[in-house]
């Protein structure tokens, strides 16, 4: 069953009216911006007659937020969040859509962070992601408790191919950090052809995913026997940088703590 908890800063409000089309159960809680799709190459999409919202937990939480606009000036808005957890034990769920309402209005998005970041919702098993949005709405104009959870959409994920641990003592993987970007360098000593998936992601402090971003062999799909692949991994997004600073107003993630940015393999297959 979906769950979906509604949070307001400051109270402890229920409010079901706005899920007239979802098996819902909506609690009081309170909580809180970009995750990714890790991807894959595995190209027959999943029959399930079970729908992926059944095993989707949410958080929706709107809170005020203090932010600089293009004046230089201090204003409040309206900063909503969702924590959205995937509670299959075995599949991916891929967010389609979130939204939620104020007053007569309904705002939603297709996939979440889409309005600032072009990055494939995914969440595998037992992962949070913290999905966060500026409204644009001011806070004199509306407050927390106008905001409504109205509505988050899914689908099944493609399954990583994964690792092979076949290749573990014949593959190394090198991945090392300077400044603002990784540096990845595979070497393949097997007996085949290879092919390697990477992903760069960042949390916050409570090990919520805030985004994260697959890398794949630049130029070609597999690293030939005796080969080596050495590339530089950079994400568009500021992982490393003022964005995420918590004391930086001109960002919706000012105030959030976040731990430093981590790089990993999650695919190492035989091509075939």
Excluded at 34 to 58: N, Q, T, W
Aim: aromatic content about 10%; some cysteine; proline content about 6%.
């Amino acid at each position: 069953m979906l769950f979906v908890l509604v949070a307001l800063v400051g109270t402890a409000c229920t409010d079901n009216k706005a899920l007239p089309d979802l098996d819902a159960t909506v609690k009081a809680r309170v909580a809180t911006t970009i995750a990714a799709k890790a991807p894959s190459r595995v190209s027959a999409k999943l029959s399930e007659p079970i729908p992926s919202e059944e095993y989707i937990e949410i958080v929706f939480t709107p809170s005020t937020y203090k932010r600089i606009n293009s004046l230089k000036e201090t204003v409040t808005n309206i900063l909503v969040e969702f924590l959205i957890t995937n509670a299959h034990p075995t599949k991916a769920i891929d967010i389609n859509r979130v939204g939620w309402e104020f007053g007569k209005q309904s705002v939603n998005y297709s996939g979440y962070g889409v309005q600032r970041h072009q990055i494939n919702p995914c969440i595998v098993p037992g992962e949070t992601v913290r999905v966060r949005f500026n409204s644009k709405v001011d806070a004199t104009s509306y407050g927390v408790d106008d905001f409504k959870y109205q509505q988050v959409r899914s689908s099944w994920c493609e399954p990583l191919i994964g690792i092979d641990e076949s290749l573990l003592e014949e593959v190394s993987v090198d991945i090392t950090r300077d400044d603002g970007m990784f540096t990845v360098a595979i070497t393949n000593d097997s007996l085949t052809y290879i092919g390697w998936t990477g992903e760069l992601l960042r949390k916050d402090v409570e090990g919520n995913i805030i985004t994260k971003t697959p890398f794949i062999l630049p130029s070609v799909p597999c690293i030939k026997p005796g080969g080596r692949t050495t590339f530089d991994a950079k994400s568009s997004l500021d992982f490393f940088g003022k964005e995420y600073e918590p004391d930086n107003l001109n960002t919706i993630y000012s105030g959030m703590m976040l731990v430093e940015p981590e790089f990993r393999t999650i695919e190492l297959y035989k091509c075939n």
